[in-house]
Each structure stands twice: as structure tokens, then as C-alpha cells.
């Protein structure tokens, strides 16, 4: 019989004491010791604690069903998924369900002792998934799963940052991107030691009174980000925990939309003859380019890029600045006869087309792209070799390293690189590539985990399972050479499936049969 301790926390009323690591009741193996403990306790802390006897039920599976059948506890929204349908021995004890107690947990009995004494262990989606999943599901899949579940069950609210002040506060100490803080752009090589080349932070001119950026913040941080457009009730790509701020602003009647006619506050710094304007996210995910401002006199006003409007900027540089879209008619009556200059090189050239913006080098011409940059093919950006790693897919594709870490992996098994949704995760948690899966692997029909062909085992059944699961729960009939479930073993022969032992059985008296009647 176990034991615990309760803490009267108001006259006649108890609650048991917990472990600070696990949050669970602190158990004793008999009366003495709790009682020992309860006493010391009293008299450290001035509170009154008592054993009590750990109450244990035998049925308790009935127990825990029946408050399923009565509405007390609330199914996990992915019941009716085949990945948790088709491996119920992973979970069929657990009886999971949301957490009543705890917002954005999962509730679960974790073994048959926590069953009899109705004790829940809490745990977070992804790290319940990760324990019981980690062979079936993808991290991908188990962090998009785990997402969503705490956008619907935690206590989420959606912030909105106003002023320049608050604005730049929520990109310095938000979700990563190229806007965010120098620490972070010092890692990904953008600006001299992740600073920007502009006078304060760009992100500050968003604060002309059209724009917010909505936010939300967990244990304090955060989390998530995005511009919104109030006006129009529209939000562009947001940034960090998408699944929780995608159900906030749909609760809110926000819908995608870039912030087209939204104005920005302009500040023209002479000294580099352009704008100050942050990078101007086009479309809802990195690759689908930038939106561009054009100068109104007494602001900036957010528009699409088609390169036809004088005193246009592009919003597609990491530096700080905007890019005009005619370097030297930008602001003088006169054009400049020198024509435009590469940034690299230092030639001019009478047609501006002949130049291309490269991630944080200016514009170079054809000649110094081709033999000292590459394209990205992902987000469509020129970039130097000096400053970008680059990796060629096996479709001969280019991509950036950011690009390559966001939306591509290299297979495990013939060391190419492939884009993310033509990943498969194997069981021993490599990644391979779905064609070379399909001729050299295969899914266990008992787990559904993915292994390579070596350690496949065809079972008389039809079914395939694999070797790990086979030595534990399958046997080889030593008289027909076929494999079964341990269930067909014969029950009076050992490592003989029930034909071969039924027929064995036979023999002898068919033996005597003869001999009698001979």
C-alpha cells in the first residue's frame, strides 16, 4: 500500500503535494515514511501536512472510458487520423485526452500504477508526440501537428505593437528574419557585423498610422509575428508560430493580403540618395518576392513592384534601404549621362536592365553575376559567392543555404539533396528520399514505421514486418520455413506454427491405426 502527502491549504480543505520535476504526488512506500515526512514538513514550514492512503482501482480502464462516455474528458482532435488509428497499441492505455487542468497539455495515463491511483500525467503536445511518434510521424509533421493543437487549447492573445517603438521591439525580440536583430543577421551574414547600413531601424517606418503589427508572446517571448493592415482588415506573412497566429487573426476577420495603399513614414537620407525602407514581404512565404514604395511627398505609400512609376523604391534590400527604381532621376529634374554603374566592377552601362540587385552587395552587372554570385531558383535572388553557400538539387536546381535549410534536406541514403515534400522519415530517424524509399525500403504493417529492405521479414500472412518487431513478437516454423505472429505458434511445440504441429500430432496415430489392423 502507497502513501502521500496533502497540504491543508484552507480549514478542511486538502491538496496533495507535488513533485517540483514531474508535478506529480510525491508517493511513500508505506504509512510510517510519509507520516515522518508530513511531520517535517509542518514543522519547517509553519503549514499543516498529512498521510493519506493512495486509493487504488483495479477497473480502472472502465474508469477512465466512462468519462470519455459522459462528456468529462474531451477526445484529442486527431482521433479519427489513420496514423493514430492504425498504431492504437501505441496509446490504447493512455486514454488521452486535452488537459482540463492545465491549457494546451495533453493528459495521459502513463502506466498501469498511475491508472489504479487515477493519477494524469501532463505533457505538451510535441513531447507527447515526440515519445510515442517519433517513428511514424515527421518532425515536421509532429511540429505542425503540435501547433495547431496549441493555438486551439492554449491561452493565446493577439498583441498589437503601434508606436516605432514597440514596433522595432517586437522585431528585435521576435521570430527570426532579416528584419530582426544584428545578433541574429550577424549569424546569416547580412550587413557589416549584422548591423543595418540605414540610420535606425527600418522597420520603424511602418509606424505612419496605417500599419500594426499584431504578435502574440509564450512564458514571456515573442512567438509569433505579423503587418497588419486594420483598415482593410488583411495580414502578410507572418512569422514564427504560424497555427496559433493564423486562428487569432481569423478570429479577428483578418485574411491574407498584401498591405497595398498602406503608407509609410519617409525619411530621404541624401547622403545615399535613397529611402530608409525594410524588406517588403510579397505573398505569404519567403520566394515569392518583394512589394515597393513610391514617395507621395509627405509619405511613402506601399505598392506592387511593375517597375513603371517614377520615385519607386524597392522594398527588396537587407540593408536598410530601398532600391530606386531610376538611380539618378530619383530626385533631380536632369538625368545623370554617366548612365548606371556596377557595384561590383565599377563599369557603367546606359541601360539599368543590364544591372540586378545581389543580397547585400548593391547591383552587379551581367559579368560579375555569372563568375562571382549565383541565382537562388528558391527565393528567386542574386547572391555572392563570398557572402552565400549555395546547393545544386538533384533536379539541378540552385538554391541558397537559407533557402536549403527551410525547404530542402539531403536523403540519408544516397546523400543528394531534395526538397522537404519528398521527404520520408525512416525509423532509426533518417530521411530519405520518397523514390529511393519506394525501391529499397518498406513500412512494417504492424508499426508503420519505414526501414530498408534488409531488415524486411515476409510473413505467411501476406503482411511485412520488420526485423526488430519480428524478434520480438514473430517466429520461424522450423518445419515449414514460414514466418508467423507468436500467437500461431502451436501450444505443445515450440517454434512450430499450428499446421505443422497439428499435422505432426497426426502421425503416430495413423502409425498405430495401420499396425491394429494389420
Not at 54 to 62: E, L, M
Not at 426 to 447: L, Q, S
Request: proline share 4%; hydrophobic share 30%; with cysteine.
Amino acid at each position: 500500500m502507497t502513501f502521500h502527502l496533502v497540504e491543508m491549504v484552507s480549514p478542511g480543505v486538502f491538496a496533495p503535494v507535488l513533485d517540483e520535476t514531474t508535478l506529480l504526488p510525491i508517493e511513500f512506500p508505506n504509512g510510517r515514511a510519509a507520516a515522518n515526512r508530513a511531520q517535517i514538513l509542518s514543522s519547517t514550514t509553519g503549514k499543516k501536512y498529512q498521510p493519506r492512503r493512495i486509493k487504488t482501482d483495479t477497473n480502472w480502464r472502465a474508469r477512465e472510458q466512462a468519462r470519455f462516455d459522459d462528456g468529462s474528458y474531451e477526445p484529442l482532435p486527431w482521433i479519427n487520423e489513420r496514423w493514430w488509428r492504425d498504431n492504437v497499441d501505441f496509446h490504447r492505455d493512455h486514454f488521452a485526452h486535452v488537459s482540463t487542468d492545465q491549457p494546451g497539455k495533453i493528459a495521459f495515463t502513463e502506466s498501469e500504477q498511475r491508472g489504479a491511483t487515477d493519477t494524469q500525467t501532463r505533457m505538451k503536445a510535441g513531447k507527447y508526440l515526440t515519445r510515442f511518434f517519433a517513428g511514424i510521424l515527421t518532425k515536421e509533421q509532429i511540429a505542425k501537428i503540435a501547433s495547431e493543437f496549441a493555438a486551439r487549447y492554449e491561452e493565446n492573445v493577439l498583441l498589437f505593437a503601434e508606436t516605432a517603438d514597440e514596433i522595432e521591439e517586437v522585431y528585435r525580440n521576435g521570430p527570426h528574419s532579416c528584419m530582426s536583430n544584428e545578433d541574429y543577421r550577424r549569424t546569416q551574414g547580412w550587413g557589416r557585423g549584422g548591423s543595418f547600413s540605414s540610420p535606425f531601424h527600418p522597420v520603424r517606418v511602418y509606424a505612419a498610422g496605417d500599419l500594426k503589427v499584431a504578435y502574440i508572446q509564450h512564458d514571456g517571448h515573442v512567438t509569433g509575428r505579423t503587418l497588419v493592415f486594420p483598415k482593410n482588415k488583411t495580414h502578410s506573412r507572418v512569422y514564427g508560430d504560424y497555427y496559433r497566429m493564423r486562428e487569432l487573426l481569423a478570429a479577428q476577420g483578418y485574411e491574407f493580403g498584401d498591405p497595398i495603399g498602406a503608407r509609410l513614414v519617409r525619411h530621404f537620407d541624401e547622403s545615399m540618395n535613397t529611402m530608409v525602407l525594410p524588406y517588403l514581404d510579397k505573398g505569404t512565404e519567403s520566394g515569392m518576392g518583394s512589394l515597393a514604395a513610391v514617395d507621395r511627398g509627405s509619405h511613402l505609400e506601399i505598392i506592387y513592384d511593375d517597375g513603371s512609376q517614377p520615385k519607386m523604391f524597392r522594398g527588396c534590400n537587407l540593408n536598410g534601404y530601398g532600391s530606386p527604381v531610376e538611380y539618378s532621376v530619383a530626385f533631380d529634374e536632369e538625368e545623370d549621362d554617366d548612365g548606371y554603374q556596377c557595384d561590383r566592377c565599377g563599369d557603367w552601362f546606359d541601360d539599368d536592365d543590364d544591372l540586378r540587385s545581389v543580397i547585400n552587395e548593391g547591383r552587379w552587372c551581367e559579368h560579375c553575376r555569372d563568375n562571382y554570385g549565383f541565382y537562388c531558383e528558391g527565393y528567386g535572388r542574386w547572391h555572392s559567392n563570398d557572402r552565400e553557400i549555395s546547393y545544386t538539387l538533384s533536379n539541378g536546381q540552385v538554391v541558397s543555404e537559407r533557402y536549403f535549410d527551410s525547404h530542402c534536406f539531403t536523403c540519408d541514403f544516397d546523400s543528394e539533396h531534395y526538397y522537404n515534400e519528398d521527404a520520408v522519415e525512416m525509423a532509426n530517424g533518417e530521411r530519405w528520399y520518397i523514390a529511393n524509399f519506394r525501391e529499397n525500403g518498406f513500412t512494417c504493417d504492424m508499426t508503420g514505421r519505414r526501414y530498408p529492405n534488409e531488415e524486411r521479414v515476409d510473413m505467411a500472412n501476406g503482411q511485412v514486418w520488420s526485423q526488430k518487431y519480428f524478434d520480438r513478437y514473430g517466429f520461424a516454423c522450423t518445419e515449414c520455413g514460414e514466418n508467423f505472429p507468436l500467437n500461431h505458434q502451436h501450444p505443445n511445440q515450440d517454434e512450430t506454427c499450428r499446421s505443422c504441429g497439428a499435422s505432426a500430432e497426426l502421425l503416430p496415430a495413423t502409425a498405430e491405426a495401420s499396425a491394429e489392423h494389420t
